[in-house]
């Protein structure tokens, strides 16, 4: 069977280093290993609207700068087909027939949806399209024959909901779409990196994100005033390594070899750690160590996302041409399904002689 990958992102603002280090690095290893027959990098604007249907113009102005982030990270189109949603109306299609497999108790019960609608304050006004986004997310996963979606931890939920749909569908059916499986970022420090003032969620509206696309100044500014461990107050005073942000990002971002680069006194980060614990080290030398690793990281990326912005045409082309290329495989899973429902009622010749037949005998 063919590996396939199918992933994506809501374009409701600029990508963020948890982003990164939570399926974008990945993504892009899987890509360069070779491994994938066919790898569909997807900017979900439709899943971004059922939250967002007052404010088209935020899905629409994000589209470029997700594009440009996933261009920057090393997503090439010569390898990975970059689309985005909407322009593929298979998706919505097969979200139609999905919905007759999954009940509202059902949806009730997905916690990131609880989740997202406590955050997003809908109390009893939730639109019925944000409601049922896990059915056509399972729409965007099996209409590609993904069997893999690299995702964030808080994808798990919906990933079940794809897997339980795909079976609904096969039992009833008969065999015809793949069922998924999630690939989680291997680092449990990577499931969900805090925010940089230590609260569990990086969010926009918090002001507690690094975008890939800040300046050296801009991440520099906000590694220097990261939230540490509070306690630690001189730097003889012994620190806490756990739950601290400074240390958790290390934990994601940091290598033996950026050790041996920018702060060779200690052997690798479980050295660092130590001498935080006992004490005598100050967070300005963390900080500054974690700030020279955050660059050798986002350095490439911003010198990628530079070249990429001289030419915006260029990059909409690529977002054309995959979206292309995206409907043209949809389209052949659509057909597979209606073959299976069998409702494709003028490409079946026995139903239209069966029908013709049944009046002709009375
Ligand atoms: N829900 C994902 C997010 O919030 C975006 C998304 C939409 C997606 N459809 C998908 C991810 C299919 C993986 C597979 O970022």
Request: hydrophobic share 35%.
């Amino acid at each position: 069977m063919a590996k396939i990958i199918l992933t994506g992102d809501r374009p409701t603002g600029k990508l963020h280093v948890g982003h990164y280090v939570g399926s974008l690095r990945r993504r892009v290893e899987l890509q360069n290993s070779g491994e994938y027959d066919e790898i569909y990098i997807m900017i979900a604007d439709a899943q971004a609207l059922t939250d967002n249907a007052d404010n088209p113009e935020k899905v629409r102005q994000n589209i470029i700068e997700v594009a440009l982030d996933y261009l920057s990270c090393g997503l090439d189109p010569a390898k990975s087909t970059l689309f985005i949603q909407s322009q593929i109306p298979q998706l919505t299609e097969l979200t139609f027939y999905y919905m007759n497999l999954v009940t509202v108790a059902r949806l009730q019960r997905n916690p990131t949806v609880k989740s997202e609608i406590q955050l997003r304050d809908f109390h009893n006004s939730i639109p019925v399209g944000f409601f049922t986004y896990p059915i056509s997310q399972a729409a965007d996963i099996t209409a590609f024959d993904a069997t893999t979606v690299p995702v964030g931890e808080d994808q798990e939920p919906m990933l079940e909901q794809a897997k339980e749909i795909v079976r609904r569908f096969n039992y009833i059916y008969g065999d015809t779409l793949v069922e998924p499986q999630i690939l989680l970022p291997e680092n449990k420090y990577c499931l969900r990196l805090p925010g940089t003032d230590g609260k569990a969620k990086m969010s926009k509206s918090l002001n507690n994100c690094i975008y890939l696309s800040d300046s050296s100044e801009e991440v520099r500014k906000k590694i220097m005033g990261m939230f540490t461990d509070p306690n630690h107050l001189r730097v003889e005073d012994p620190g806490q390594v756990e739950g601290n942000p400074v240390f958790i990002y290390l934990e994601a971002f940091s290598t033996d070899e950026h050790f041996r680069q920018f702060l060779p006194e200690y052997e690798n980060l479980q050295a660092l750690k130590d001498h935080y614990s006992r004490g005598g080290l100050g967070d300005v030398k963390v900080k500054k160590f974690l700030y020279a690793v955050m660059e050798d990281v986002l350095t490439p990326i911003r010198q990628r996302r530079k070249e990429y912005e001289k030419d915006i045409p260029a990059v909409l082309e690529i977002l054309r041409q995959g979206s292309i290329k995206a409907e043209a495989k949809a389209a052949a899973t659509l057909n597979r399904v209606k073959q299976s429902m069998r409702i494709n009622y003028f490409d079946d010749q026995d139903y239209l002689d069966e029908q013709a037949k049944k009046f002709a005998e009375n």
